[in-house]
């Protein structure tokens, strides 16, 4: 059984960053794809940053230069700094994992972190 464990979500101000992480607990194999998006009120679930197998990473146009997805060397970690935060970044991020798998790959969310930006 794989659990997506989030943590790091918390209120701050404007201006200030956060360091989201989303541990992938149990033993998964072949993860291909990690990502994180976010859902703010009354709004439908958005990509923030994405981040291939391969180390190509993707990024909404809103988080561009201020926000930067990584992963732990074992691959089980993602991980979403956030700097220079805004008020339009409040929301519930969720972390997600794409592992291969037959006869489709497996798709991992976690339970969601809260984010919210407030002065």
């Known amino acids: 059984q794989v659990e997506l464990v989030e943590s790091g979500g918390a209120m701050v101000q404007p201006g200030e960053s956060l360091r989201l992480s989303c541990l992938a607990s149990?033993?998964?194999?072949?993860?291909?794809?990690m990502g994180w998006y976010r859902q703010a009120p009354g709004q439908q679930r958005e990509v923030v940053a994405t981040?291939?197998?391969?180390?190509?990473?993707n990024y909404a146009d809103s988080v561009k230069g201020r926000f930067t997805i990584s992963r732990d060397h074992a691959k089980t970690t993602v991980y979403l700094q956030m700097n220079g935060l805004k008020s339009e970044d409040t929301a519930v991020y969720f972390c997600?994992?794409?592992?291969?798998?037959?006869?489709?790959?497996?798709?991992?969310w976690g339970q969601g972190t809260e984010v919210t930006v407030s002065s």
């Open positions: 997600n994992m794409k592992a291969r798998g037959h006869p489709k790959p497996y798709d991992y």
């Open positions: 149990g033993t998964v194999y072949g993860i291909y794809h």
């Open positions: 981040l291939t197998e391969a180390g190509n990473t």
